[in-house]
Every structure is written in structure tokens, then in C-alpha cells.
T-cell receptor, first 115, second 114 residues
């Protein structure tokens, strides 16, 4: 089946620094990657949709200059949280579209804590 | 846009049956998903409905009525490990952003008690 590897699983960073989260599709080509954010006891909120080789499409209210998304290849997409602040602390999850599971495979998530 | 509603919490007894409801409003429907999510983990796929009716997969079944904007997830022979959040997600018609997006409900936290 389709597998998406997401790293790191947990990261703690200081306020003002940047953090990069990687998602790799291991056995299929991910033409589209979705990036979600989930706050405690909340649902997954779509942040942006990225297609390989083109600019990401951000949801309303998501700052594209703060959450940099790169999808340079069919197997790798990255999300960089720039100048992180404590309010950016959240659970970030990627999801790659494919032909398995009716179209979506999720990464294992990254717990970001900004101190 | 979409509006997806599901109960916040439910409690059920081990061995019993529980039904988790989901109602939705969408401008262009293209399928409904149910996912299971344990705390601190990513969602795992449970079921997919795009046509009206019941889809059965082992202890889990999912039902869809498109005219009513309604779905439910049925869990039979509950086990303690079924304690988790259950997310209802709706896929809209093609958005033009490159692929079909999923919009998630807030999830139903199910607690299975002995």
C-alpha cells in the first residue's frame, strides 16, 4: 500500500526560529500534497494544497510567507514554519493524493512546540 | 464551502454497537470518508461512500444518504482499542487547485468502557 513518511515526529524550537517538516511518498508518486494543522481537540484544518512543480494554493487566513511549502519532486514536499511563535505550536499532518484508499495517504504527523 | 457536524463525544460499552452520525452541507459532493484517529497520531482510513447505501467492512459499516446530507459510521462488537476520535470528511467536486480537497468535521471522541 501507499506510505507517506513524515519527519520529524516531534520538534521543539525557540521562538523566532524556523522549522522544516518533510513528507516523502515512499512507493508512489504524490502529484498533490495537502498540509493540515490540528490544534488540541480540534479537527484537521487544511492549510494549503501543493502540486509538484508549482506554487502552493493557501487557504484563507494562512500566511504563505510564514508557511513555506516546496513540492519540487513527485516524492517530496516540505513545509517550513518561519519565525515560529508559540501560537504556531500544533500538530502538522501531510496527506498525499494517490490511487490507494480512494485517494489519500496521511503522514504520521509532526508535533511542533514553540517555546 | 462546507459545514460538517458530528457529535463531540460518545461513550459505549465493550461488546456493544455504536452509531456515529455526520451531517453535511456542501456545494459539490464527491464522496464521504470516515477516519479513525488516536491521540497524537495521524488519521487512518476506515471507509468511503460516494453512492447512497451501506458499505460494510468487518466490524465497521458506513451509510450514506446524499439527499439528506447524512452519513453514519457503525461500529460493532466494540473493543477497548476502538477508543479514539472518528472523523467524518467530505470531498468536494474538483476545486481547480490541483486535486480534490477533503474537509473534516471536528471529530467524535469515542470512549469504550468495560
Amino acid at each position: 500500500g501507499a506510505v507517506v513518511s513524515q519527519h520529524p515526529s516531534r520538534v521543539i524550537c525557540k521562538s523566532g526560529t524556523s522549522v522544516k517538516i518533510e513528507c516523502r511518498s515512499l512507493d508512489f508518486q504524490a502529484t498533490t500534497m495537502f498540509w493540515y494543522r490540528q490544534f488540541p481537540k480540534q479537527s484537521l484544518m487544511l492549510m494549503a494544497t501543493s502540486n509538484e512543480g508549482s506554487k502552493a494554493t493557501y487557504e484563507q487566513g494562512v500566511e504563505k510567507d510564514k508557511f513555506l511549502i516546496n513540492h519540487a519532486s513527485l516524492t517530496l514536499s516540505t513545509l517550513t514554519v518561519t519565525s515560529a511563535h508559540p501560537e504556531d505550536s500544533s500538530f502538522y499532518i501531510c496527506s498525499a493524493s494517490n490511487t490507494f484508499n480512494y485517494g489519500y495517504t496521511f503522514g504520521s504527523g509532526t508535533r511542533l512546540t514553540v517555546v | 464551502g462546507q459545514n460538517i457536524d458530528q457529535p463531540t463525544e460518545m461513550t459505549a460499552t465493550e461488546g456493544a454497537i455504536v452509531q456515529i452520525n455526520c451531517t453535511y452541507q456542501t456545494s459539490g459532493f464527491n464522496g464521504l470518508f470516515w477516519y479513525q484517529q488516536h491521540a497524537g497520531e495521524a488519521p487512518t482510513f476506515l471507509s468511503y461512500n460516494v453512492l447512497d447505501g451501506l458499505e460494510e467492512k468487518g466490524r465497521f459499516s458506513s451509510f450514506l444518504s446524499r439527499s439528506k446530507g447524512y452519513s453514519y459510521l457503525l461500529l460493532k462488537e466494540l473493543q477497548m482499542k476502538d477508543s479514539a476520535s472518528y472523523l467524518c470528511a467530505v470531498r468536494e467536486a474538483y476545486s481547480g487547485a490541483g486535486s480534490y480537497q477533503l474537509t473534516f468535521g471536528k471529530g467524535t471522541k469515542l470512549s469504550v468502557i468495560p
